[in-house]
């Protein structure tokens, strides 16, 4: 059984910084890539950044404020996000094993339960 434990959500005012952590745990854990999604409320499930062999690939709106890492000794994704804005708002979900198109929640076959992320204006 694969689990993936994710931390380090919260409320921040626009501007602020966060840093979401997914633990990976299981006996057969074996994963070359690492990913973030998010669901905003009434919402579909959207890529936001991911690892995977060492290359990042990040959503547009995204790019030069969000940060993904991975720490492979300890099977773990970092994902830390500056300049955060109101629309980030979201349930942050660590995604892992990929099965499919890197960008798409079908691309992935573990999840964690989520984080959630307020950015108040």
């Known amino acids: 059984q694969v689990q993936l434990v994710e931390s380090g959500g919260g409320l921040v005012q626009a501007g602020g910084s966060l840093r979401l952590s997914c633990a990976a745990s299981g006996r057969t854990f074996s994963s070359n890539t690492m990913g973030w999604f998010r669901q905003a409320p009434g919402k579909a499930r959207v890529f936001v950044a991911s690892?995977?062999?060492?290359?990042?690939y990040y959503a547009d709106s995204v790019k030069g404020r969000f940060t993904i890492s991975r720490d492979n000794a300890k099977n773990t994704v970092h994902l830390q996000m500056n300049s955060l804005k109101p629309e980030d708002t979201a349930v942050y979900y660590c995604?892992?094993?990929?099965?499919?198109?890197?960008?798409?929640?079908?691309?992935?076959?573990?999840w964690g339960q989520g984080t959630q992320v307020t950015v108040s204006s």
């Open positions: 995604a892992a094993r990929r099965i499919g198109p890197i960008r798409t929640p079908e691309g992935y076959e573990h």
């Open positions: 690892w995977s062999g060492g290359t990042t």
